[in-house]
């Protein structure tokens, strides 16, 4: 009997089918009701003179990142800039009840919003405040690329923020409803307690019992009463991180092994084992001699958790982000941020290993090269990708310096 594989073309397949199994199913906990954000994460923001009659009160909150040279305070586009563009004069931050001045150089704004794509898409920016050595630590709201790429959102979100006439410790946390999840933006009915000193604030959820950033909330109803909060997605992020000196960029993964513990011959080693995608081809390899430059961004960061994902650098939209699946050996690309994106960097000396969860244990990625030969010219590959425990094994491990300090 001659068994033959059966292909079901790609317009029949279910858009959530994959060859993949499944991962462990991990609670988010968006429904605990008890979680609320620290008040020092909300900032109050004033264009003008605050008390005179012509400054305008919205809002902002602190981003909690990786150890950097900023604080990342995330806002609304219109709060920072005028109708045409310009940095709004006399910009203050009250920040734990203290007034700052915001430098203009601190100020970023999406380009595409300075450009006059005036959309909820496109309104966020950041005020970046810059730290300094004796600084307190900075709490801020954690963030996931995983659900800024789902295509589905939360049913319940929460919105915090400060009325113009509160006192300054004062955050008021309203419920609503997610009625439309678009691609960069969600959609939900307008707040009971909504007034223009919102605009900018977080709209959130709990995600393993810490206040997550979804969206930033945006001043602006339509003619239903529905309300427009720009997502917190991976191009957003990205934004963020290339303003605020986060991540690292165009960096290649290279194979390490111990001298005493190597397998193969020491002069592959000398010339570069590196990990690679084939242009065309979606699977990982390993490659003599160079490989793909990758960005090392953070993607999903709360207390004690800081996680990474892998882009191909320089890549457009679409399958560009890698997935570990190490229950079948293998790295390949996605064009989502998923769970099974998201990995650890574990430090050791010079090098760092990336590290990844499979049902409950941390499994490391492997790079071997007894397939390749030393007469091997520098495009020779095999596919010797695969995974193995992190405790007790040295060997092929990953060799990866990334100028990520550690918290």
Sequence with gaps: ?????????????????????????????????????????????????????????????????????????????????????????????????????????????????????????????????????????????????????????????????????????????????CTSCHARHLEYPALAENERSMSGSPVWVSRQGYPTVLAIHNDATDDNGVHRGTRITPDLLKDVFLWASLGDYGRRIRAYTPKEKRAGPATLLERGLYLSFRKNMDFARVRLGTGTQFNVLPAEVAPGKDLYVLEIAGAQPGRRWVEFIPAKSEAVLTDQVKDACLFRIVRQEDRARIVVQQDGSAMQLRMQYTRIKEADGEDAESSEVSFVPLEGHDSDAVSHRIPIRKR
């Excluded at 005028?82 to 203009?104: D, Y």
Aim: some cysteine.
């Design 1 to 177: 009997m001659v068994r033959r594989k059966l292909h079901i073309p790609a317009d029949l397949q279910h858009p959530g089918w994959s060859s993949n199994p499944l991962p462990a199913h991990t609670s988010s906990d968006h429904d605990i009701p008890d979680v609320q954000p620290d008040s020092n994460d909300i900032v109050r923001l004033f264009s003008g003179v605050p008390g005179s009659r012509s400054a305008t009160c919205s809002a902002g909150f602190f981003l909690k990142t990786p150890d950097g040279a900023f604080d990342v305070i995330l806002t609304a586009a219109y709060n920072l800039v005028n109708a045409a563009g310009k940095i709004l004069p006399k910009l203050t931050a009250i920040i734990r009840g203290e007034k700052h001045t915001v430098s203009k150089q601190n100020v970023r704004v999406s380009n595409a919003y300075i450009n006059g794509e005036r959309t909820p898409d496109t309104n966020y920016g950041v005020i970046l405040r810059p730290r300094s050595s004796n600084m307190a630590a900075r709490g801020g709201f954690g963030f996931s690329m995983t659900l800024g790429s789902n295509e589905s959102a939360p049913a319940e979100l929460r919105i915090s923020g400060c009325g113009a006439a509160d006192a300054a410790d004062t955050v008021t946390t309203s419920t609503s409803r």
